[in-house]
């Protein structure tokens, strides 16, 4: 055995397969998988090993597509051919006209992947799939490339071409201890030996946080029993020359396959189970959990309605496994968070379908620093501190229990709930607000206009339209309030603080005590790593600001590239203060009433800061507008946040204060064209390419100059006016000249002070000039588009000035 490698792999299932294959491909050979018994012994051996290109992200799409497209080649090995049912064609059913809007919607993003869906209507499902009846089903999504593959057959081939490249493969291995140096490389501890390695990864399946214990992480991984059936053959199947398509079905809870001439059916049943919880014992290899039938008995009579041939059919066999959940479906692939040179791939729910993409992904991230696709709905770090596993089982079950059924734009649900609260979330409910969550935290989404008001979701302008303009008229005309929690904040102290922050963002940061500016980190490539607000305080105190979900991403990039001289010092402020949110044309006169000084324009112009008190609770304010109204962030010690609300309240309400919530400030901030990080600002394009050339200083040095000097741009933002008043536009919907996709909605709703239905996006650069024209598709179908000012509301920022 080695004793010394690039990379150490630790499990031997799809996830650690894939990752040292495309460890190889990207070209580091002196790589090593170790596994503690035979590879695929953990949950791939008995995986129904279906294989999707559905994905409700462009990079979930896009990672399928790479997967199918590798396993076909693997299959087609003339040397090693592997047994893969490629493109038999699979169906998502659906009986509600909402889940079709969904579908029709993920066809059009599939389409910017260059992957072609067709939604269809009941009697074109039951044509495509003879065995199923057409009761209460109103039509599908038709996925061309569906199949299934042989699950060992996969592994093997993926390890047969790494270690053709020079990848090495230890069995019956076992890790029992990670030693982490100072210079951040390992020692993996087995019983055959240790091995000193750069980097190691966490593919252990369901053992994953055995792995973690030994380098003191608990991720936020959660296992649930599942289980598939077997039929005997049958005569309908056995007199058929094609295979029947896959089928997914989000109204009765199962899915199915053909398995030779008969059917494997695997079932999603309410009462699930969580497996693991308290320790797995260690002789659980290549092993399966008990038949428990009657579990999913109420399942099965559904099955039966859909398809009444089986209910003559045999059970030949049944499997009974665990299978690894998080909090929000998608995996964790990317780097272990407070970790150094530590990755993991874990939480695989379908991985022998993802687990392709996944390795690819992983392994580009390792090698390059940074994957092709943007991967943030798979990184490790998308999840707060909150994310342990006892919340994750909890999540596990909701998930479980709605596999098929997507979430809809703005749908949260109840698991878990409340997950992360300021002292201030039941007052807030008290006033009627609705929340949503960011990041765990409960944000005020609006405010309900009485206690019976209900939202209910999906992809059409709803009940919420005329509460949100209510709100947006309040905030336009007079004065709001409300609570933006979560929001990241370090303290960069120290001598070599500003300078380092300078070389970290690619414009001109604020020096001076009093000032605020936005600023962009790049990454290596020259794209958007992140979005800060660096605001300068007293005694040379920096306070960065970022967007709630980035607490852990960006802790992680800046204290990566801190110097270690000890001239540089941050302090996480994130738990501790929260901002409430005064915006407004009377904004000004609330906070001159509530706090002692000189509030007025002059004294405390936009894109200022002060310290002071709001009543007598002690306040970073700072004179910054995401709405393009005048608006001032009051951060406040949560300690106090109880006695700055009451002082806001009151002053307020002479001025007709009104609350207002997240989805009154996502309107007004498409009206400005301002950018939401992960949304708008991702990492596959530039700061040019995202429209932010004036935040850019190419005469000054940063961190990925070199790389964006290299770069031509592919991509260009623009700000988009729909003539459609039905429906918004979602994210990763596709805009096309003519039948031809030529760019991808990032964001889009409902400007309520312009009156217009926004979208903004990336397109072909020949096609951003104002007055150019598009077509968006909206609800899945194309709807007119005419590229328009990258600012409509208040292009001068008079108002925000005021
Ligand atoms: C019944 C069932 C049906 C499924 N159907 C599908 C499907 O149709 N399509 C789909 O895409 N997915 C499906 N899945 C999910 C899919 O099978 C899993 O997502 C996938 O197999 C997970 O692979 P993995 O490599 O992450 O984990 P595993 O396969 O569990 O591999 C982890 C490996 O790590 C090894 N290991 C653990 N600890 C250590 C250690 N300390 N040292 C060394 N090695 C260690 C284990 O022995 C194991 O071999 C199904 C799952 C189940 C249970």
Same mark, same amino acid.
Not at 172 to 201: A, C, F, K, Y
Not at 726 to 752: C, F, K, L, M, Y
């Given at each position: 055995?080695k004793?010394?490698?690039?990379?150490?792999?630790?499990g031997g299932?799809?996830?650690?397969c894939?990752?040292?294959?495309?460890?190889?491909?990207?070209?580091?050979t002196?790589?090593v998988?170790?596994?503690?018994d035979?590879?695929?012994s953990?949950?791939?051996?008995?995986?129904?090993?279906?294989v999707?290109?559905f994905?409700?992200?462009?990079?979930?799409?896009?990672?399928?597509?790479?997967?199918?497209?590798?396993?076909?080649?693997?299959?087609?090995?003339?040397?090693?051919?592997?047994?893969?049912?490629?493109?038999?064609?699979g169906i998502?059913?659906?009986?509600?006209?909402?889940?079709?809007?969904?579908?029709?919607?993920?066809?059009?993003?599939?389409?910017?992947?260059?992957?072609?869906?067709?939604?269809i209507?009941?009697?074109?499902?039951?044509?495509?799939?003879?065995?199923?009846?057409?009761?209460?089903?109103?039509g599908?999504?038709?996925?061309?490339?569906? =199949? /299934? @593959?042989?699950?060992?057959?996969?592994?093997? $081939?993926?390890?047969? +071409?790494?270690?053709?490249d &020079? #990848?090495?493969?230890y069995r019956?291995?076992?890790?029992?201890?990670?030693?982490?140096?100072?210079?951040?490389?390992w020692?993996?501890?087995?019983?055959? =030996? /240790? @091995?000193?390695?750069?980097?190691?990864?966490? $593919?252990?399946?369901y +053992?994953v946080?055995?792995? &973690? #214990?030994?380098?003191?992480?608990?991720?936020?991984?959660?296992?649930m029993?599942?289980?598939?059936?077997?039929?005997?053959?049958f005569?309908?199947?056995?007199?058929m020359?094609?295979?029947?398509?896959?089928?997914?079905?989000p109204?009765?809870?199962?899915?199915?396959?053909q398995?030779?001439?008969?059917?494997?059916?695997?079932?999603?049943?309410?009462?699930?189970?969580?497996?693991?919880?308290d320790?797995?014992?260690?002789?659980?290899?290549?092993?399966?959990?008990?038949?428990?039938?009657?579990?999913?008995?109420?399942?099965?009579?559904?099955?039966f309605?859909?398809?009444?041939?089986?209910?003559?059919?045999?059970?030949?066999?049944?499997?009974?496994?665990?299978?690894?959940?998080?909090?929000?479906?998608?995996?964790?692939?990317?780097?272990?968070?407070?970790?150094?040179?530590?990755?993991?791939?874990?939480?695989?729910?379908?991985?022998?379908?993802?687990g392709?993409?996944?390795?690819w992904?992983?392994?580009?991230?390792?090698?390059?620093?940074?994957?092709e696709?943007?991967?943030?709905?798979?990184?490790?770090?998308?999840?707060?501190?909150?994310?342990?596993?006892?919340?994750?089982?909890?999540?596990?079950?909701?998930?479980?229990?709605?596999e098929?059924?997507?979430?809809?734009?703005?749908?949260?649900?109840?698991a878990?709930?409340?997950?992360?609260?300021?002292?201030?979330?039941?007052?807030l409910?008290?006033?009627?607000?609705?929340?949503?969550?960011?990041d765990?935290?409960?944000?005020?989404?609006?405010?309900?206009?009485g206690?019976?008001?209900?939202?209910?979701?999906?992809?059409?302008?709803?009940?919420?339209?005329?509460?949100?303009?209510?709100e947006?008229?309040?905030?336009?005309?007079?004065?709001?309030?409300t609570?933006?929690?979560?929001f990241?904040r370090?303290?960069i102290?120290g001598?070599?603080?500003?300078?380092?922050?300078?070389?970290?963002?690619?414009?001109?940061?604020?020096?001076?005590?009093?000032?605020?500016g936005?600023?962009?980190?790049?990454n290596?490539h020259?794209?958007?790593k992140?979005?800060?607000?660096?605001?300068?305080?007293?005694?040379?105190?920096?306070?960065?600001g970022?967007?709630?979900?980035?607490?852990?991403?960006d802790?992680?990039?800046?204290?990566?590239?801190?110097?270690d001289?000890?001239?540089?010092?941050?302090?996480?402020?994130?738990?501790?203060?929260?901002?409430?949110?005064?915006?407004?044309?009377r904004?000004r006169?609330?906070?001159?009433?509530?706090?002692r000084?000189?509030?007025?324009?002059e004294?405390?112009p936009?894109?200022?800061?002060?310290?002071g008190?709001?009543g007598?609770?002690?306040?970073?304010?700072?004179?910054?507008?995401?709405?393009?109204?005048?608006?001032?962030?009051?951060?406040?010690?949560?300690?106090?946040?109880?006695?700055?609300?009451?002082?806001?309240?009151?002053?307020?309400?002479?001025r007709?204060?009104?609350?207002?919530g997240?989805?009154?400030?996502?309107?007004?901030?498409?009206?400005?064209?301002?950018?939401?990080?992960?949304?708008d600002?991702?990492?596959?394009?530039?700061?040019?390419?995202?429209?932010?050339?004036?935040?850019v200083?190419?005469?000054?040095?940063?961190?990925?100059?070199?790389?964006?000097?290299?770069?031509?741009?592919?991509?260009?933002?623009?700000?988009?006016?729909?003539?459609?008043?039905?429906?918004?536009?979602?994210?990763?919907?596709?805009?096309?000249?003519?039948?031809?996709?030529?760019?991808?909605v990032?964001?889009?709703?409902?400007?309520?002070?312009?009156?217009?239905?926004?979208?903004?996006?990336?397109?072909?650069?020949?096609?951003a000039?104002?007055?150019?024209?598009?077509?968006?598709d909206?609800?899945?179908?194309p709807?007119?588009?005419?590229?328009?000012?990258?600012?409509?509301?208040?292009?001068?920022?008079?108002?925000v000035?005021?």
């Amino acid at each position: 055995m080695k004793t010394q490698t690039r990379a150490v792999v630790i499990g031997g299932g799809i996830a650690g397969c894939s990752t040292l294959y495309h460890l190889t491909r990207e070209g580091w050979t002196d790589v090593v998988l170790v596994e503690r018994d035979e590879i695929t012994s953990g949950t791939t051996w008995h995986s129904a090993a279906q294989v999707t290109n559905f994905g409700m992200t462009q990079t979930m799409v896009g990672l399928k597509s790479h997967s199918i497209r590798l396993y076909k080649e693997l299959a087609e090995d003339p040397e090693h051919p592997i047994t893969y049912h490629h493109a038999d064609g699979g169906i998502r059913l659906a009986n509600d006209p909402r889940v079709m809007d969904g579908y029709r919607h993920f066809a059009s993003m599939a389409k910017g992947m260059g992957v072609d869906f067709e939604v269809i209507d009941a009697a074109e499902c039951a044509r495509r799939h003879p065995l199923i009846s057409t009761d209460n089903l109103i039509g599908g999504l038709w996925d061309p490339l569906d =199949g /299934d @593959i042989d699950p060992a057959g996969l592994c093997h $081939a993926l390890l047969r +071409r790494a270690r053709a490249d &020079g #990848a090495e493969v230890y069995r019956q291995t076992p890790v029992t201890g990670l030693t982490q140096h100072r210079d951040d490389s390992w020692t993996v501890h087995t019983p055959r =030996g /240790d @091995i000193r390695t750069e980097v190691i990864v966490n $593919a252990c399946g369901y +053992r994953v946080n055995e792995l &973690g #214990a030994m380098m003191g992480v608990e991720h936020p991984v959660a296992s649930m029993e599942h289980q598939y059936f077997i039929t005997e053959p049958f005569a309908e199947l056995q007199e058929m020359d094609e295979r029947v398509p896959l089928l997914r079905c989000p109204i009765s809870d199962f899915y199915s396959r053909q398995e030779k001439k008969g059917l494997l059916i695997g079932f999603y049943e309410q009462e699930c189970r969580t497996w693991g919880m308290d320790g797995i014992d260690p002789a659980f290899s290549s092993a399966l959990c008990p038949d428990d039938v009657d579990r999913v008995l109420p399942v099965l009579e559904n099955v039966f309605e859909r398809m009444p041939v089986l209910q003559d059919v045999g059970i030949k066999s049944i499997v009974n496994g665990p299978i690894t959940y998080t909090m929000d479906g998608a995996p964790l692939v990317g780097p272990i968070p407070g970790k150094r040179n530590a990755f993991c791939i874990i939480g695989l729910r379908a991985g022998l379908g993802e687990g392709g993409g996944h390795g690819w992904l992983l392994a580009q991230q390792i090698v390059h620093g940074e994957a092709e696709l943007d991967t943030w709905v798979i990184d490790p770090r998308r999840f707060g501190p909150h994310a342990n596993v006892e919340l994750t089982a909890l999540k596990a079950i909701e998930d479980y229990q709605n596999e098929f059924r997507f979430h809809f734009p703005h749908e949260h649900r109840p698991a878990g709930r409340p997950m992360r609260t300021t002292p201030l979330t039941a007052v807030l409910a008290a006033e009627g607000a609705d929340f949503g969550m960011v990041d765990g935290w409960e944000r005020i989404a609006y405010i309900r206009p009485g206690p019976d008001f209900i939202e209910t979701h999906g992809y059409r302008f709803k009940e919420t339209f005329d509460v949100v303009a209510d709100e947006v008229r309040a905030v336009h005309e007079g004065v709001g309030l409300t609570e933006v929690n979560g929001f990241t904040r370090f303290e960069i102290t120290g001598g070599g603080a500003a300078d380092w922050l300078d070389a970290m963002t690619c414009g001109r940061i604020p020096r001076r005590a009093g000032r605020v500016g936005l600023a962009y980190l790049l990454n290596h490539h020259g794209c958007i790593k992140s979005e800060a607000t660096l605001a300068c305080l007293p005694d040379g105190r920096i306070w960065y600001g970022a967007a709630a979900a980035a607490e852990r991403h960006d802790m992680d990039w800046l204290t990566r590239h801190m110097p270690d001289d000890g001239s540089v010092r941050l302090r996480n402020l994130t738990r501790s203060h929260t901002i409430l949110l005064l915006a407004g044309p009377r904004a000004r006169a609330v906070l001159q009433e509530v706090a002692r000084g000189d509030w007025s324009a002059e004294a405390f112009p936009w894109l200022s800061v002060r310290e002071g008190h709001i009543g007598h609770a002690p306040a970073t304010i700072m004179a910054v507008s995401y709405s393009g109204e005048s608006a001032f962030e009051l951060h406040i010690p949560n300690e106090s946040l109880a006695q700055a609300w009451q002082s806001l309240r009151a002053a307020g309400a002479a001025r007709g204060m009104r609350l207002f919530g997240s989805y009154a400030v996502e309107s007004m901030r498409l009206e400005k064209s301002y950018r939401h990080w992960k949304a708008d600002l991702v990492t596959e394009f530039d700061p040019f390419e995202s429209g932010l050339g004036r935040f850019v200083d190419m005469r000054k040095d940063f961190l990925g100059k070199a790389a964006l000097e290299a770069r031509a741009p592919q991509r260009a933002f623009v700000t988009l006016l729909l003539e459609a008043d039905h429906a918004p536009a979602q994210g990763g919907a596709s805009i096309r000249v003519g039948g031809d996709v030529v760019g991808t909605v990032t964001s889009a709703g409902w400007g309520h002070r312009t009156g217009r239905n926004i979208a903004m996006g990336f397109v072909r650069p020949e096609l951003a000039g104002v007055g150019s024209a598009l077509s968006v598709d909206v609800t899945g179908a194309p709807v007119a588009a005419t590229v328009t000012d990258p600012c409509l509301f208040d292009p001068e920022n008079l108002r925000v000035r005021a």
